[in-house]
């Protein structure tokens, strides 16, 4: 599908609700899952990844029922059954990478598949931790399918060499089924959803620092309000940012302190945001952003900020091409290990329209203030974030851009092209 996106010569105003946080969505149906009882899941993103983490969880033995789009109800006595087909995963290294934590421990055979995307990401990451557990895993090229043969697994120490949430994921949901403590620790804090679901619903498990450790644990049945995504968020932050005379709100967003790093950048860069309506659901901070257009600066984006907002770096390159000044990005080399090469694919794509834009090894280099032409047609790369990052920059542009494949879009955010133009 191609997507014409017109030059928006109209501010952007107006009030939105910001959809399911995914990561969120992706936990709580796998927790609920080893939890005895029945679950009740409210605002679930209906994205694809998490839906491929439903779809998982059911071939495993687990009654999930979808309720009006947006509820989910999980009845489960704390036990998978071994499963009759091989467990597709689709696009979501989420989904792969957490679910292999939860089956290196079980008492049957499980592999792990995707689709042509997936197959193609790094997954040595968490096959040598889990084997130095006494994990049965092994993965041709250390690429999916994974093949996962029941093992009884034992507690480790160990030290990442990368902060990655999906990783550190896996190692403690590993060590759900791990006879002994399992101690975990990262270079810099990654996202911390797991480690609060998890001691939400009474999990053994405790965190100082970088370092968490964890022990078998019974997990306890739960009812959660799912918050909004400050990911899909930072698309509007962006936007609202750059085109002259906006004013937005943006509804029931996450506020997590390892997700927050793109509300640090904008402020960095002098942006106009303002926190509203504070509040708590099951141990997850939320609220409100108003964000309005300013003139934005330059700044350096490095060093333990980066798994803060790795998922949002392709759209703050757009920022960084409105922005006065040089804009560098460093240490955000595993940026070239999401659903595709997104240094690489940003910075080429944003060449195509104007924007002084080099990349390096672990990240990129804008000059800006740039302006962009457009009557141009831009690749996603099959990308979800590189085609709403795209849509964003054109927004901005002199003439209207065509993007190829926007439909990738669904993965993670179906409503983006629809909220955006409420808002327009």
């Not at 679910?99 to 592999?111: E, K, P, R, W, Y």
């Not at 130095?132 to 996962?148: E, F, R, T, V």
């Not at 901005?396 to 983006?416: A, G, N």
Request: hydrophobic share 40%; aromatic share 6%.
């Amino acid at each position: 599908m191609r997507n014409v996106i017109p030059p928006n010569d109209k501010k952007l105003r107006g009030t939105i609700t910001i959809p399911s946080d995914k990561s969120i969505s992706h936990r709580a149906v796998m927790f609920a899952s080893l939890a005895n009882g029945k679950s009740v899941i409210n605002n679930f993103s209906n994205g694809k990844d998490p839906l491929s983490t439903v779809s998982v969880c059911k071939n495993l033995g687990v009654d999930i029922e979808l309720h009006d789009e947006k509820t989910v109800i999980v009845k489960s006595n704390g036990k998978f059954r071994a499963p009759a087909e091989v467990l597709d995963c689709g696009n979501s290294g989420t989904t792969m990478r957490m679910m292999a934590g939860l089956l290196a421990g079980q008492s049957f055979n499980s592999i792990l598949t995707g689709d042509e995307s997936l197959q193609k990401r790094p997954m040595k990451r968490i096959i040598e931790p889990l084997s130095l557990m006494g994990a049965n895993i092994s993965a041709i090229g250390y690429k999916a399918p994974i093949n996962i043969t029941g093992a009884n697994l034992h507690g480790i120490q160990y030290s990442s060499k990368i902060s990655s949430a999906q990783v550190k994921s896996c190692m403690l949901l590993a060590g759900l089924f791990a006879d002994g403590e399992t101690i975990y620790t990262e270079p810099y804090l990654s996202r911390n959803h797991t480690e609060l679901m998890l001691k939400y619903m009474n999990a053994d498990i405790t965190t100082e620092g970088t370092t968490t450790r964890i022990n078998k644990s019974v997990l306890t049945p739960f009812k959660i309000n799912v918050v909004g995504d400050i990911s899909s968020a930072a698309f509007f932050m962006a936007a609202a940012s750059i085109v002259p005379d906006s004013d937005i709100i943006l509804q029931n967003v996450g506020l997590n302190p390892t997700r927050t790093g793109i509300l640090e950048v904008l402020k960095k860069m002098g942006g106009n945001i303002e926190i509203l309506n504070k509040r708590e659901e099951a141990g997850e901070p939320v609220g409100d952003i108003r964000i309005k257009y300013s003139d934005l600066k330059s700044c350096t984006i490095d060093g333990d900020i980066i798994p803060r907002l790795i998922d949002e770096l392709p759209v703050i390159a757009v920022l960084a091409t409105q922005a006065e000044g040089t804009t560098t990005v460093k240490n955000a080399e595993d940026l070239r290990n999401k659903e595709t090469d997104r240094i690489f694919a940003i910075v080429n794509e944003l060449k195509k329209l104007g924007a002084d834009i080099i990349d390096t090894p672990d990240g990129f280099i804008v000059n800006g203030k740039t302006s962009l032409n457009g009557r141009i047609e831009v690749e996603t790369y099959h990308d979800h974030r590189l085609a709403m990052s795209l849509f964003t920059a054109g927004l901005v542009c002199k003439k209207p851009i065509i993007i190829k494949d926007f439909d990738w879009v669904d993965i993670s955010f179906p409503e983006f092209e629809e909220l955006m133009n409420n808002l327009m």
